[in-house]
T-cell receptor, first 115, second 113 residues
C-alpha cells in the first residue's frame, strides 16, 4: 500500500490567494483527519470525517477554511483567502475503525508558506 | 488546553543510554498511543496501550499507563542516533466518534553518537 498521499508537498503562495490541499487516504480506511502543525501551536486537529461525513469541524480556524470528502478515496482542504498566519505544515491522516483499529496513519504533509 | 502534555519538552542523551518521557492527561481514556515524528516527516505510530493495561513492550520500547494518576511513560532502551525525533502521546477518549485522537505537545529527543 502506498500509504496516505498528500499533494502538493510544498506550496508557496501570496496572501489573498486560494490554496487547495489534497489527500488520498489508505484504501479501505473510513476515517480521515486534517491536522495543522506549527511551532507555536503544535499539532491541531482541524476536522475529521467518518464514512465521508464531517464529524467534528470545531478545530477549523474560521470561515476561510473548508474541507470536503466527496468520496472514500479523496479529500480537500481549502483556504480562501490565505493569510500569512496560515503558514504551517498540514497533515492528513486516515484510520479504520471498522476493525477496532484505533491507530492513525499520517501522510508526509504539505508545507504551506503564505507570503 | 491539551488533553496530553509531555514532559520533558526536550531531552538530550548519549547513544546507548535510556530515554524516558512522560505524558499526563485530564479525562478518562479508551487508550493512549505514542507516535514518533522525524524532522520534516509525518507522525508514525509506535505503540498503543489500552486503559485496562498497565505495561506494554515493543522491541526497545516500554510503555506504562497509570489511569489513577492519568499518566503514561515511554521508555526507549539502548538509544540509537536514529531514535532522534519528536515523540507525541495521543489519547483516544470514550466520547470520541470514530478514532479521534488528542495529541500532546511532544518531547524532542536528541541522541548524540
Amino acid at each position: 500500500d502506498a500509504g496516505v498521499i498528500q499533494s502538493p508537498r510544498h506550496e508557496v503562495t501570496e496572501m489573498g490567494q486560494e490554496v487547495t490541499l489534497r489527500c488520498k487516504p489508505i484504501s479501505g480506511h473510513n476515517s480521515l483527519f486534517w491536522y495543522r502543525q506549527t511551532m507555536m501551536r503544535g499539532l491541531e486537529l482541524l476536522i475529521y470525517f467518518n464514512n465521508n461525513v464531517p464529524i467534528d469541524d470545531s478545530g477549523m480556524p474560521e470561515d476561510r477554511f473548508s474541507a470536503k470528502m466527496p468520496n472514500a478515496s479523496f479529500s480537500t482542504l481549502k483556504i480562501q483567502p490565505s493569510e500569512p498566519r496560515d503558514s504551517a505544515v498540514y497533515f492528513c491522516a486516515s484510520s479504520n475503525d471498522r476493525d477496532h483499529e484505533e491507530t492513525q496513519y499520517f501522510g508526509p504533509g504539505t508545507r504551506l508558506l503564505v507570503l | 488546553s491539551q488533553q496530553g502534555e509531555e514532559d520533558p519538552q526536550a531531552l538530550s542523551i548519549q547513544e546507548g543510554e535510556n530515554a524516558t518521557m512522560n505524558c499526563s492527561y485530564k479525562t478518562s481514556i479508551n487508550n493512549l498511543q505514542w507516535y514518533r515524528q522525524n524532522s520534516g516527516r509525518g507522525l508514525v505510530h509506535l505503540i498503543l496501550i489500552r486503559s485496562n493495561e498497565r505495561e506494554k513492550h515493543s522491541g526497545r520500547l516500554r510503555v506504562t499507563l497509570d489511569t489513577s494518576k492519568k499518566s503514561s511513560s515511554l521508555l526507549i532502551t539502548a538509544s540509537r542516533a536514529a531514535d532522534t525525533a519528536s515523540y507525541f502521546c495521543a489519547t483516544h477518549t470514550r466520547k470520541a466518534a470514530g478514532n479521534k485522537l488528542t495529541f500532546g505537545g511532544g518531547t524532542r529527543v536528541l541522541v548524540k553518537p
